[in-house]
Each structure stands twice: as structure tokens, then as C-alpha cells.
């Protein structure tokens, strides 16, 4: 198996897989870091560190989305009633971003449902499986940490996959 060839085989399987994995996965979960719940988790996660609020910038770069992206999701979850936006008082041109109430339990729901479908998933996978999955997936990442960012760069796995 320590032919080239095997891995390019192997590579390919992989691949296909992970893309019937990911079409096969509830829409919440597929969605779940490219729009609203990237952007509500990026606000999260900034107020459970104790930072100061996010600027929509900062969200962009903390969440992998475009800043248009994130402009378009503001917007949206600003209509819902999820987050305020208020410029900074020392500079005015400066606009921050806070997850309010609503929004904050909007986050804890999807988050129980997160958690929800992937306890059953595991379930269903059985504890060794999953213990091995999860090893596996560590493993990758680390991998992957090493690697020239600019190599992984373009979209991602599925959709550089589906495209080939």
C-alpha cells in the first residue's frame, strides 16, 4: 500500500466519502459554519472569552466568511432581532457587533439541537467506532496544521472534490 498510486486511490475514496457524508448530513449541520450560526458562534465565543465586542471584520476573520458574507448575515440577523450593531463612542467610523437576548437563545437552542442529532449519530456509530473516528479526526488536524495554509486555500474538500 506504499505505492503512490495507492494513496491517490485511497485519496479519491476518501473524498467521495466525505462528500456522501456531507450530502447525507441534516441542512442545520451542512450550514452550520457557512452563514448565521458561523457569525452567532464567532459572537459567542467572543463574549464567553470576556473580549470586547466584534467588529464585523473581525467576525470575517474569525469565522473564514467574506466580509460581504458577514455583512449580508448581519443584516439578516439583525432583521430577526438576534444582534445589535452600535458605533464605537471614541470612533465613530468603528461599528461593533453583541448577540442580544434573543439571539443568545437562538444560539443555545440550535446548539441543544447540535448536540442532539450528534449524540445520536455516535450513538448509532457505537462508543469504540466513535472513539476512533475522533482519534482519527485529531490525527488529520493535525496533519493539516502543518501544512502551507496557502496549499489548502479555495473552497472546500467537497466542493474542490465535486469540481475535479
Not at 430577526?80 to 457587533?97: E, L
Not at 442529532?117 to 488529520?140: M, N, P, S, T
Given at each position: 500500500?506504499e505505492t503512490?498510486?495507492s ?5 479519491r475514496e476518501?473524498f467521495?466519502?466525505l462528500a456522501r457524508m456531507?450530502?447525507g448530513?441534516?441542512?442545520s449541520a ?6 448565521e450560526?458561523?457569525?452567532?458562534r464567532?459572537l ?5 472569552a470576556?473580549e470586547?465586542?466584534p ?5 470575517a476573520?474569525c ?10 448575515v448581519?443584516?439578516?440577523l ?5 444582534i445589535s450593531?452600535?458605533h464605537d463612542t471614541?470612533d465613530?467610523?468603528?461599528?461593533t457587533?453583541?448577540l442580544?437576548?434573543q ?5 443555545a437552542?440550535?446548539?441543544a439541537?447540535?448536540?442532539?442529532r450528534g449524540a ?7 462508543e ?6 475522533l ?5 488529520c488536524n493535525?496533519?493539516?496544521s502543518k501544512?502551507?495554509p496557502?496549499?489548502?486555500k479555495g ?8 469540481a475535479?
Amino acid at each position: 500500500m506504499e505505492t503512490n498510486d495507492s494513496y491517490v486511490a485511497l485519496s479519491r475514496e476518501l473524498f467521495e466519502q466525505l462528500a456522501r457524508m456531507r450530502r447525507g448530513m441534516h441542512p442545520s449541520a451542512r450550514n452550520s459554519m457557512r452563514g448565521e450560526m458561523a457569525v452567532i458562534r464567532a459572537l459567542h465565543l467572543a463574549a464567553v472569552a470576556g473580549e470586547a465586542d466584534p467588529t464585523p471584520s473581525q467576525i470575517a476573520e474569525c469565522s473564514h466568511l467574506s466580509p460581504a458574507r458577514v455583512a449580508n448575515v448581519l443584516r439578516a440577523l439583525e432583521d430577526k432581532g438576534w444582534i445589535s450593531r452600535s458605533h464605537d463612542t471614541q470612533d465613530r467610523r468603528r461599528v461593533t457587533v453583541t448577540l442580544t437576548e434573543q439571539g443568545e437563545a437562538e444560539r443555545a437552542r440550535r446548539r441543544a439541537e447540535f448536540d442532539r442529532r450528534g449524540a445520536e449519530f455516535l450513538r448509532e456509530l457505537g462508543e469504540q467506532d466513535a472513539r476512533e473516528a475522533l482519534r482519527i479526526l485529531k490525527r488529520c488536524n493535525e496533519i493539516l496544521s502543518k501544512q502551507d495554509p496557502t496549499e489548502t486555500k479555495g473552497g472546500d474538500a467537497d466542493e474542490n472534490h465535486q469540481a475535479l
